[in-house]
């Protein structure tokens, strides 16, 4: 009977220290403060009197551990270890770089198609024109397939189809 009343001490004992208070400082008006809970981080480093013996967040500095986050949460981080922020992320850079790239590739060579397209009809357009100018006689095939000559008129109407390609294609 004995031993066993012992032994519920004991068990009362290590289940009262496990409720303990892991962390204790002194706030802002002077009084210690008894918490399962980090202190806030507008609390000094020199205010805090004791922290959790077998907790990760031990080894943290108290601002490592972001507010409105339990301490037992936040994953642990080595001070030296944290990465530096600078604004930016690198490969979202790179990669909205090389995307930029590929855009002005892409417009330089659709330019280039439409420059030489521009090229060619210049120059189809200048051998018609001289041709017309020449006074020979051209040939046409109609919609019924025959073949007629074109008569001043429809030379006329020619001429200025041709110069305006010119114009438009020919800078």
Same mark, same amino acid.
């Given at each position: 009977m &004995?031993l066993?009343?012992?032994?519920?001490?004991?068990?009362?004992?290590l289940m009262?220290?496990?409720?303990m208070?892991?962390w204790q400082?002194i706030?802002?008006?002077?009084?210690?403060?008894?918490?399962?809970?980090p202190?806030?981080?507008?609390i000094?480093?020199?205010n805090?009197?004791k922290?959790? =013996?077998?907790?990760?967040v031990?080894?943290?500095? $108290?601002?490592?551990?972001a507010?409105g986050t339990d =301490?037992?949460?936040?994953?642990?981080?080595a001070?030296?270890m944290?990465p530096?922020?600078?604004?930016k992320?690198?490969?979202?850079e790179?990669?909205?770089?090389?995307?930029?790239?590929?855009?002005? =590739?892409?417009?330089?060579?659709?330019e280039?198609?439409v =420059?030489?397209a521009?090229?060619?009809?210049?120059?189809?357009?200048?051998?018609?024109?001289?041709t017309?100018?020449?006074?020979?006689?051209?040939?046409?095939? &109609?919609?019924?397939?025959?073949r007629?000559?074109?008569?001043?008129?429809?030379?006329?109407?020619?001429t200025?189809? $041709?110069?305006?390609?010119? &114009?438009?294609?020919? &800078?």
């Amino acid at each position: 009977m &004995n031993l066993s009343r012992v032994f519920l001490f004991g068990v009362a004992c290590l289940m009262s220290m496990s409720a303990m208070a892991q962390w204790q400082w002194i706030d802002k008006d002077g009084r210690k403060v008894f918490s399962d809970r980090p202190p806030p981080t507008d609390i000094p480093e020199k205010n805090v009197l004791k922290r959790p =013996a077998r907790s990760p967040v031990a080894a943290l500095p $108290v601002a490592a551990v972001a507010p409105g986050t339990d =301490a037992g949460t936040a994953a642990p981080k080595a001070e030296g270890m944290a990465p530096k922020l600078s604004g930016k992320d690198k490969e979202l850079e790179e990669k909205k770089k090389q995307a930029e790239d590929a855009q002005a =590739a892409k417009k330089k060579a659709e330019e280039q198609k439409v =420059a030489q397209a521009k090229a060619d009809n210049c120059a189809r357009a200048k051998q018609s024109k001289a041709t017309l100018d020449s006074g020979i006689r051209i040939a046409r095939t &109609n919609d019924k397939g025959e073949r007629e000559i074109m008569d001043d008129t429809a030379r006329a109407a020619e001429t200025q189809r $041709v110069q305006s390609i010119i &114009n438009s294609d020919c &800078n």
